[in-house]
């Protein structure tokens, strides 16, 4: 069977999909892995390395695309990468990619990928079973991009993070709110802690206040706490009256605080608002909000994708794929990951595709001509996405 690893072509993308060692288990276990020659440059894996580990380098793409039994990628199949290249063109009948496609919010994609027969897996659709966690490519990207968030925040700030005691005298602690104590957030708590940083951190499911003080913050959450976890542990949205007391909450605290890193998503919905221009006028001069959901809208009402914007004396950081950002780490994890998911797929070889498991079902997203997902299903049907 032949597994195909390409070049990410999507501008910025450093990741690769699969790293030498993991390269070097599959041979072993009797598959044929293929990449792209330089498919690794970015997070500084060399051909030699992949060659090294017993795959085949291959320059033509079209020919790693169309030999492939099972295609594996970091980001959705591109329509206009690189120099214009189109991977949709690539992909032939009956192919299996697995990567993290977005499918609520890709609904051309989706639709594309259904016309043309792909087999498609969307490791963003994973069920949050203790089963899955191996292959849980979204909590290990989340990883990163908590810990990367607080490292930009320190390089933005004009402070330090701890308190110093200096031949000047002694410079307070900084004070850091995280919103949203998913895996990125309980990320850049400890990352804040560990830079010394005195830490907040808010969120309205209370599950995790035991998490947010174990790591030596301080726990904030509405008062009465309203019920706002949703399916597998996600945070689900809030009425409007909840929403209300949620932002009074915060702007209590953002107008005391030097950093704020924001992470609240909702799974195929755009980004709660959760600090409003009001919010960022109250705030110190100087002060400092990342916003982690910058690319599905921003957690902050100031925030632009891709840039770094001041207003009112606050500097609001929209950063996109932080993970590409530290690729070498991230593709090592994003490997293993996509790996523990493949050999589900794969028996003695051979592709095996059993949709009795709840795994490989709750991820399939296109199969046979058909989108095959329920709930993609009804949001590409109904024009949503």
């Given at each position: 069977?032949?597994?195909?690893?390409?070049?990410?072509?999507?501008?910025?993308?450093?990741?690769?999909?699969?790293?030498?060692?993991?390269?070097?288990?599959?041979?072993?276990?009797?598959?044929?892995?293929?990449?792209?020659?330089?498919?690794?440059?970015?997070?500084?894996?060399?051909?030699?390395?992949?060659?090294?580990?017993?795959?085949?380098?291959?320059?033509?793409?079209?020919?790693?695309?169309?030999?492939?039994?099972?295609?594996?990628?970091?980001?959705?199949?591109?329509?206009?990468?690189?120099?214009?290249?189109?991977?949709?063109?690539?992909?032939?009948?009956?192919?299996?990619?697995?990567?993290?496609?977005?499918?609520?919010?890709?609904?051309?994609?989706?639709?594309?990928?259904?016309?043309?027969?792909?087999?498609?897996?969307?490791?963003?659709?994973?069920?949050?079973?203790?089963?899955?966690?191996?292959?849980?490519?979204?909590?290990?990207?989340?990883?990163?991009?908590?810990?990367?968030?607080?490292?930009?925040?320190?390089?933005?700030?004009?402070?330090?993070?701890?308190?110093?005691?200096?031949?000047?005298?002694?410079?307070?602690?900084?004070?850091?709110?995280?919103?949203?104590?998913?895996v990125a957030g309980l990320q850049a708590i400890a990352t804040?802690?560990?830079?010394?940083?005195?830490?907040?951190?808010?969120?309205?499911?209370?599950?995790?206040?035991?998490?947010?003080?174990?790591?030596?913050?301080?726990?904030?959450?509405?008062?009465?706490?309203?019920?706002?976890?949703?399916?597998?542990?996600?945070?689900?949205?809030?009425?409007?009256?909840?929403?209300?007391?949620?932002?009074?909450?915060?702007?209590?605290?953002?107008?005391?605080?030097?950093?704020?890193?924001?992470?609240?998503?909702?799974?195929?919905?755009?980004?709660?608002?959760?600090?409003?221009?009001?919010?960022?006028?109250?705030?110190?001069?100087?002060?400092?909000?990342?916003?982690?959901?910058?690319?599905?809208?921003?957690?902050?009402?100031?925030?632009?994708?891709?840039?770094?914007?001041?207003?009112?004396?606050?500097?609001?950081?929209?950063?996109?794929?932080?993970?590409?950002?530290?690729?070498?780490?991230?593709?090592?994890?994003?490997?293993?990951?996509?790996?523990?998911?493949?050999?589900?797929?794969?028996?003695?070889?051979?592709?095996?595709?059993?949709?009795?498991?709840?795994?490989?079902?709750?991820?399939?997203?296109?199969?046979?001509?058909?989108?095959?997902?329920?709930?993609?299903?009804?949001?590409?049907?109904?024009?949503?996405?």
């Amino acid at each position: 069977m032949i597994i195909a690893v390409p070049k990410e072509i999507v501008p910025g993308e450093r990741r690769v999909a699969l790293v030498p060692d993991v390269v070097k288990r599959s041979v072993a276990d009797g598959l044929d892995v293929r990449v792209e020659r330089g498919a690794g440059e970015g997070a500084l894996l060399p051909d030699e390395e992949f060659a090294a580990a017993g795959a085949t380098l291959v320059s033509d793409r079209a020919a790693l695309w169309g030999e492939a039994d099972v295609v594996l990628k970091v980001q959705p199949p591109a329509a206009n990468g690189a120099g214009g290249a189109n991977e949709l063109d690539l992909l032939r009948e009956g192919v299996v990619l697995i990567g993290v496609l977005r499918p609520l919010v890709s609904g051309d994609l989706v639709r594309e990928l259904a016309r043309r027969k792909v087999t498609s897996f969307s490791l963003d659709a994973l069920p949050r079973i203790t089963r899955a966690q191996v292959m849980d490519v979204l909590s290990s990207m989340s990883t990163v991009t908590g810990y990367k968030a607080v490292l930009l925040a320190a390089s933005t700030s004009g402070k330090f993070f701890p308190m110093l005691v200096t031949a000047a005298g002694t410079l307070r602690p900084a004070r850091v709110l995280v919103l949203g104590a998913g895996v990125a957030g309980l990320q850049a708590i400890a990352t804040a802690r560990r830079l010394g940083g005195i830490v907040s951190a808010f969120d309205v499911r209370p599950a995790v206040k035991e998490q947010v003080e174990s790591l030596g913050a301080r726990f904030i959450a509405p008062e009465p706490t309203v019920q706002a976890e949703g399916a597998g542990g996600y945070a689900k949205e809030l009425s409007e009256e909840q929403h209300r007391k949620e932002l009074e909450l915060i702007h209590e605290h953002v107008r005391k605080t030097d950093i704020v890193i924001t992470t609240a998503l909702v799974p195929g919905r755009r980004a709660p608002v959760l600090i409003t221009e009001a919010m960022v006028q109250d705030m110190p001069s100087g002060a400092v909000i990342v916003d982690l959901a910058a690319e599905a809208g921003g957690n902050c009402a100031l925030t632009e994708a891709g840039r770094d914007v001041v207003r009112h004396g606050v500097t609001v950081v929209g950063p996109v794929n932080l993970p590409a950002t530290m690729p070498t780490h991230a593709s090592q994890m994003y490997a293993r990951n996509v790996t523990a998911f493949l050999q589900l797929l794969v028996k003695d070889g051979h592709l095996a595709l059993n949709f009795e498991d709840e795994i490989v079902a709750g991820t399939c997203i296109t199969h046979d001509g058909r989108v095959v997902h329920d709930a993609v299903r009804r949001t590409v049907e109904g024009g949503n996405a």
